[in-house]
């Protein structure tokens, strides 16, 4: 039996492209559940703090939307690959996708990666080719480069023969027609209730719900989110829990929720084709099955993808430990990363000794995130340079390689092209983007892709645009992150100066500005030439009574470089560590003492 009072659907795209802006203005047309200060706030479903400032979706989440007699269940996914294990999840709880693709930039790569997933689970695509209003707008253009790449990815005649419509998601007008615009999203939703199936119902069976997503609450522990497949489920009611590994639980249901809106609701039953959280189960990992008291039956498990990056975590050790955080130990770090991965799919976590924790994600961003997060916790720690993760498959060591695309001005083309070829890059297209802007793909191994951000902006000169995201395991190339230059090296513990940064500043580029504390064996710059050296950041001007002419000379210094922390991230080396602090990014070298260091170099 089909429901049709109900729709499941997904948002897919890639970052920026108005996913988030979109799910909006739905929201707000059907008079979804919201406060009076989430009326006035811009990306509502942007829940995470970190997400507003990126302007990106990193956790799945759930809302619903009434529309007439119907209830269209939404789930804004992730838009980058990084993130792809939320992806993967969400997609098993729905039965469409709306593929939203920027009418001026066309699909881009994390575009390819979440469409694969969703055709290969089989769903029903609608293609909304948002943001109309821009004034560079190109429809068919757009349209042509979607349709190639549903052919490219082996989409079916029945998916290929997907429903289009054209949408200005912050102006929130939706049509078929690109010429014409309208007065609101009604074309989108009567879209949705024509194309997407309703979920398949058959109450009378045992129950069966597939958990895709955890959240976790002080109050009511552990909350398990999912797609009732087959039964009912109830409060109250006894329900088994059986886990990927095969071991099961009976527990009680203490709450059942639903979304309406924004809000989770608390409701009494719920059945096949909804989609709920359910508290009162312990220990519930992603792939489990909430099944019936009696005679439960599991459903297949969820694969992810595997990690393909790792970042060992460790407690801070420099000198300035302690000063500027509120959680500090190993034991600290421990805890907040096994809280991490009990709903952290992507990530894993594993104790090294010594204090180290070994991290693996899905890539940069995906750790980053995880950095940042802690960060504003109060947490102090220190990390070590990315590691990509290898694999063995027939006797052949494969190493990750990413899909890299490229957006740059011609005039810098030759320069670029020269960096990727000693990196080991692998061109897959050219495409001329008008008369002064260019268009490169091309395939290129992670390990070899680090550094590669900071050096595209300055050959670019800050006006190129890069997306990458992971493609396949290959040979391993032996292509390596192209080295940085040296690093300059604080001497001594102390505040730097002015005089002394003057003096160093024809040396390389710095980093901080006068005045601001230092310690032996922290890096305060980036060398002019390959090697490192050690400098005195913190060197004061001997007064003397000789008049001299220099003595009048105003210092003029250049603004310092401040690192981000992906750019941070990036630009360590195998023997330095990067110190994160509620306040501070610092780079330092594992080996803090010059003399050790020094002896430390020689023996290796």
């Not at 087959?230 to 088994?240: P, V, Y």
């Not at 594993?350 to 204090?355: I, K, R, T, V």
Request: aromatic share 4%; with cysteine; proline share 5%.
């Amino acid at each position: 039996m089909i429901r049709q009072d109900i729709r499941n659907i997904a948002i897919i795209a890639h970052v920026d492209h108005g996913k988030t802006t979109l799910v909006d203005a739905m929201l707000r047309q059907t008079g979804g559940v919201m406060s009076k200060e989430q009326r006035s706030q811009d990306c509502l479903m942007d829940s995470n703090e970190i997400e507003r400032e990126r302007g990106i979706t990193i956790l799945a989440k759930n809302t619903s939307v009434p529309y007439g007699k119907h209830r269209i269940n939404i789930v804004d996914t992730p838009g980058h690959a990084d993130f792809g294990s939320e992806v993967e999840r969400i997609l098993r709880t729905v039965d469409g996708a709306l593929l939203l693709v920027d009418v001026a930039e066309g699909p881009m790569p994390q575009t390819k990666y979440v469409l694969r997933k969703a055709l290969e689970r089989g769903l029903a695509p609608i293609v909304v080719l948002n943001k109309m209003d821009r004034p560079n707008a190109d429809p068919h253009k757009a349209l042509d480069a979607t349709f190639d790449l549903f052919g490219e990815l082996g989409a079916t005649d029945e998916q290929l023969d997907f429903p289009v419509i054209y949408a200005a998601g912050r102006a929130g007008w939706a049509s078929s027609d690109p010429q014409h615009s309208s007065k609101d999203l009604k074309p989108l939703f009567d879209t949705i209730l024509r194309h997407v199936p309703g979920p398949e119902s058959d109450p009378d069976q045992p129950l069966q719900m597939l958990v895709t997503m955890l959240d976790y609450s002080n109050f009511l522990g552990q909350i398990a989110i999912g797609r009732i497949v087959a039964g009912e489920i109830a409060t109250g009611a006894w329900a088994t829990l059986i886990r990927p590994g095969g071991s099961s639980m009976k527990a009680k249901v203490t709450r059942l929720l639903s979304h309406v809106g924004l809000e989770l609701r608390e409701i009494e039953k719920a059945s096949a084709g909804d989609i709920v959280a359910v508290a009162g189960f312990a220990e519930v990992e992603v792939g489990s099955t909430i099944a019936a008291a009696d005679n439960p039956t599991a459903l297949p498990s969820i694969h992810i993808d595997a990690p393909t990056l790792s970042i060992e975590f460790q407690a801070n050790d420099s000198p300035f430990a302690g000063k500027e955080g509120s959680f500090l130990t190993a034991r600290h770090i421990k805890e907040r990363l096994q809280r991490e991965a009990q709903t952290n799919v992507g990530m894993r976590m594993e104790e090294l000794g010594q204090s180290i924790f070994k991290v693996s994600g899905r890539g940069e961003l995906h750790l980053s995130f995880l950095i940042e997060s802690m960060r504003r916790e109060g947490f102090e720690l220190a990390v070590s340079r990315p590691q990509v993760i290898y694999r063995e498959e027939n006797g052949l060591r494969l190493e990750p390689a990413e899909l890299l695309v490229l957006d740059l001005e011609i005039i810098h083309q030759g320069s670029v092209m020269q960096n990727l070829g000693e990196r080991g890059a692998r061109m897959k297209n050219m495409v001329p983007e008008g008369l002064k802007r260019l268009r490169l793909e091309y395939v290129i191994p992670s390990l070899a892709l680090m550094g590669f951000k900071q050096q595209y902006m300055t050959l670019t000169r800050g006006t190129g645009m890069m997306h990458h995201s992971f493609h396949q395991y290959v040979p391993v190339s032996g292509e390596t992150a192209k080295k940085r230059n040296g690093a300059l090296i604080a001497l001594e513990d102390g505040l730097t100066t002015g005089y002394a940064l003057n003096n160093l500043q024809e040396r390389g580029t710095l980093f901080w500005e006068p005045g601001v504390p230092v310690y032996a064996g922290m890096v305060i710059g980036e060398h002019s030439r390959e090697n490192d050296i050690t400098v005195n950041p913190c060197k004061q001007k001997h007064l003397s009574n000789m008049r001299s002419k220099a003595a009048d000379e105003a210092i003029q210094l250049t603004p310092p470089t401040v690192l981000s922390l992906e750019q941070a991230i990036e630009f360590i080396q195998e023997d330095e560590l990067l110190e994160v602090t509620p306040q501070n990014l610092r780079v330092r070298k594992r080996i803090l003492n010059h003399a050790q260091r020094k002896r430390s170099e020689k023996t290796a």
